[in-house]
């Protein structure tokens, strides 16, 4: 066969299945039967991909009910993909009627950008639907990457959506289990646990130094290792941040630095004390007779 007519005929076969796939996608979002539903869905899984994403992804921003955009948006939730991602932050950002759904489909998607979406969301989303769905979502699947942006916005009080945040926090369990999220991964580094631990003590009833001591002498625990290193990062990042003794202007001092930058090799002069400006506060007047004797009865003249 010439090589123009195998292309024609592929243009058809491409067609054809195009013409499949959007029967499909319809069938999809206006079936009532559960049944139904499942078994198209589970067709539309098996074929190619790049060949459903872009009927998908179309077939999603004409959806008109309630029921059509979320079957729509989890099935692209389930292909994945960077593609997925930004249409359903793009409809997470926009959408009027759906924007829960297009949030929950998003948090089920399987890819790197979706936890850098959520907490974007979390800290610059204009409604406040947006960042409390972001925060209970970022909950859920941003485990040990959750935890400071949560503790900071916690932090904010009854302002914001810092009544969000500590509710999303309560959800991911007690102090302790959050606090072992940021040793189970093995992806966070000394640096981020500590700054992740000093977040928990500030809006949680959580002592850092008291956990890290007692997982680095667990029998059982499986990063003794970890917890023995953070411990002596965080005494460190404490002994640095302490206030300096008093010493003589011509003393010449060596700054400690931090554990990741730091130039140690500088001198520096210790600063004058200002003056002290003393304050001539005058001497209380001796009380008379009947003051005194009114203080021992226990009455109080004005």
Not at 30 to 49: A, F, I, P, S
């Amino acid at each position: 066969m010439p090589k123009e007519q195998q292309n024609a005929a592929s243009d058809i076969i491409n067609e054809s299945q195009l013409v499949s796939v959007d029967r499909l996608l319809a069938i999809l979002a206006m079936t009532h039967g559960t049944r139904r539903y499942r078994l198209v869905r589970d067709e539309l899984l098996l074929l190619d991909r790049d060949l459903v994403i872009g009927p998908l992804i179309a077939s999603l921003n004409k959806a008109g009910s309630n029921r059509s955009f979320d079957r729509l948006a989890r099935l692209l939730a389930q292909f994945g993909g960077e593609e997925a991602v930004q249409t359903l932050a793009w409809h997470t950002r926009t959408q009027e009627r759906y924007p829960r759904l297009a949030m929950r489909a998003l948090a089920r998607c399987d890819h790197p950008l979706v936890i850098p979406t959520l907490l974007d969301l979390l800290e610059y989303g204009r409604r406040r639907k947006q960042r409390r769905s972001a925060a209970r979502y970022l909950a859920r699947v941003g485990r040990w990457r959750a935890i400071e942006p949560l503790c900071r916005a916690a932090a904010m009080g009854e302002n914001d959506n810092g009544p969000d945040a500590k509710e999303a926090l309560r959800g991911m369990g007690r102090a302790d289990h959050i606090a072992r999220l940021l040793f189970e991964d093995g992806e966070a580094t000394n640096q981020e646990r500590v700054t992740a631990l000093e977040a928990m003590a500030r809006v949680i009833w959580f002592n850092p130094e008291r956990f890290l001591d007692k997982e680095s002498r667990r029998w059982l625990s499986p990063w003794k290792a970890e917890a023995r290193e953070t411990a002596e990062l965080l005494r460190a990042r404490k002994t640095l941040l302490r206030p300096a003794e008093s010493a003589d202007i011509g003393t010449l001092l060596r700054s400690a630095g931090s554990p990741v930058t730091g130039d140690t090799d500088s001198l520096l002069r210790v600063a004058a004390d200002m003056d002290v400006i003393e304050l001539h506060v005058p001497a209380a007047a001796e009380p008379r007779w009947w003051q005194r004797a009114a203080g021992l009865l226990g009455l109080v003249f004005r």
